[in-house]
């Protein structure tokens, strides 16, 4: 026989107060986070993967750390390429709260919600962690309703992607993890470029190439050995009119696209040297010489097969 028509689970008064209690139970026992949406700037649709991606945004809201005892996942691992941190943890957010603090701005056209891929920053522990699902289904329609989201994450490995959320923290606490160019510029008059600032030098067009050909890259430091000396620290470099990633060369022009200063690029710094122009190898601080020597005591496979070659005995 059919249910009770004088009872009903879908009470909308009843719905939102069982809502309202969830948003007042987050604000009194979770964390504040920052909601920062993934914007893929160049998709591969072949392994659909997203090469390139920007974080332009950041929504501070409250959710709930659904981890008790820690954080879960692996932990902390040590292999041949370091040390490895496998954390994973689950937050739970307000539908409600979620609609109206990123829903408005969010690029999906039809049901806007969280998307794997999209990034919570937890300034308690200063950790980003990326969204690998997103469960919209618990709890299992009491009230008839769904109001909350949980969102699955792991521990955000930083891959040089460009951060501009406004928030200081967030931009400040990416740029000292991105890849830096140091370069010197002599300058004139003590115009010294603005960190922060987007600087560019115009190259030489390469065959194929379209005139005009720039790397352009964003100024993380700044020092000021002189008036007529300045040494900064590139990150976010990228190149247009050409197809072929291209870096800073001596002897061109830097531009500032913010200030309008101009300067010319006296050095560049490769990777293999430090900041002086010594070779790391020949650098007694850094001790590469040293672990190298250490490191042959360790099974690495990447130098020689420690169990020897297969082909030797088949």
Not at 189 to 210: K, M, R, Y
Not at 248 to 273: C, E, N, P, R
């Amino acid at each position: 026989m059919p249910r009770n028509v004088y009872f009903s689970q879908a009470v909308k008064s009843e719905q939102n107060l069982y809502e309202d209690l969830i948003i007042e139970s987050l604000g009194i026992y979770g964390q504040d986070v920052y909601y920062i949406p993934r914007t893929i700037v160049n998709r591969d649709s072949i392994l659909n993967e997203d090469p390139a991606s920007t974080f332009d945004d950041a929504f501070l809201m409250e959710m709930y750390i659904e981890n008790t005892e820690g954080f879960e996942g692996e932990g902390d691992l040590y292999s041949k390429f370091g040390l490895q941190i496998k954390d994973t943890a689950t937050f739970i957010v307000s539908r409600r709260r979620w609609d109206d603090r990123v829903g408005p701005f969010s690029s999906q056209v039809e049901n806007p919600k969280p998307m794997e891929g999209d990034l919570v920053f937890l300034p308690m522990t200063n950790s980003f962690f990326e969204i690998n699902f997103v469960e919209d289904e618990q709890p299992f329609y009491q009230l008839s309703n769904l109001p909350v989201y949980k969102l699955e994450c792991s521990l955000f490995e930083y891959n040089d992607e460009d951060f501009e959320t406004g928030v200081e923290s967030i931009d400040t606490a990416t740029a000292k993890a991105a890849y830096q160019l140091p370069v010197d510029v002599t300058i004139a008059g003590g115009n010294h470029f603005t960190v922060g600032e987007i600087v560019e030098q115009t190259l030489t067009a390469a065959v194929g190439d379209t005139p005009a050909v720039k790397v352009f890259g964003e100024v993380q430091q700044r020092q000021k050995p002189s008036d007529i000396l300045s040494k900064l620290w590139i990150s976010n470099i990228g190149t247009t009119g050409s197809t072929d990633p291209k870096t800073f060369t001596v002897g061109g022009t830097l531009t500032g696209l913010t200030s309008g200063y101009t300067g010319t690029i006296a050095t560049v710094y490769s990777d293999v040297t430090n900041e002086s122009g010594t070779s790391w190898a020949a650098d007694e601080e850094a001790q590469n010489v040293d672990f190298e020597i250490t490191a042959d005591g360790f099974i690495d496979f990447s130098e020689s097969n420690p169990f020897g070659d297969p082909s030797e005995t088949y």
